[in-house]
């Protein structure tokens, strides 16, 4: 794939309703009220489990002997798998409660890649920031306020 230029739209208003819903699941496991470092082994385990179902993801788009509909579902299974195993690692970092902030924040960063709808990809079909309109997240004031009310 050769660098190309397309225009997009960049109207969006989903909320984040998933993490909530992690949150209560996920309370009685592990679950931070504030920002913080968990254990290495726990965080490994978060690893671990992401790397299963980007694998079962990978397999999923890589089947072409299974029917489309059999495909699609391995797909979906594995996205929301992904989907609940990050939201449920965020609350173990006590992100949880912040994590839509962060959402909109990494969101407002990558529009700035796209300035007027236009998006120069690489040849991988990669985002590229152009450097006069990039902004990069400012994920720190989100996680450590200055006035401590996270």
């Given at each position: 794939m050769k660098?190309?230029?397309n225009?997009?739209?960049?109207?969006w208003?989903?909320?984040?309703?998933?993490?909530?819903?992690?949150m209560?699941c996920?309370?009685?496991?592990?679950?931070n009220?504030k920002?913080t470092?968990?254990h290495?082994d726990t965080g490994?385990?978060?690893f671990h489990?992401?790397?299963?179902?980007l694998?079962e993801?990978?397999?999923?788009?890589?089947?072409?002997?299974?029917?489309k509909?059999?495909?699609?579902?391995?797909?979906?299974?594995?996205?929301?798998?992904?989907t609940?195993?990050?939201?449920?690692?965020l609350?173990a970092?006590?992100l949880?409660?912040v994590s839509?902030?962060?959402?909109?924040?990494?969101?407002?960063?990558?529009?700035?890649?796209i300035p007027?709808?236009?998006?120069?990809?690489n040849?991988?079909?990669?985002?590229?920031?152009p450097?006069?309109?990039?902004?990069?997240p400012?994920?720190?004031?989100?996680?450590?306020?200055?006035?401590?009310s996270?």
């Open positions: 660098n190309q230029i225009k997009v739209s960049t109207e208003n989903q909320p984040i309703a998933e993490a909530q819903k992690v209560e996920h309370a009685p496991v592990v679950s009220a920002p470092l968990i290495r490994m385990l978060y489990m992401l790397n299963e179902e694998n993801f990978r397999a999923a788009v890589q089947d072409e002997e299974s029917d509909e059999a495909r699609l579902i391995e797909v979906a299974d594995a996205l929301i798998d992904l609940y195993i990050i939201n449920g690692a609350d970092y006590g949880g409660k839509e902030e962060l959402f909109n924040e990494v969101h407002r960063s990558n529009l700035t890649k007027n709808g236009n998006v120069i990809l040849e991988d079909g990669k985002v590229q920031k450097k006069d309109t990039y902004e990069a400012n994920l720190s004031a989100i996680i450590f306020p200055k006035n401590g996270n």
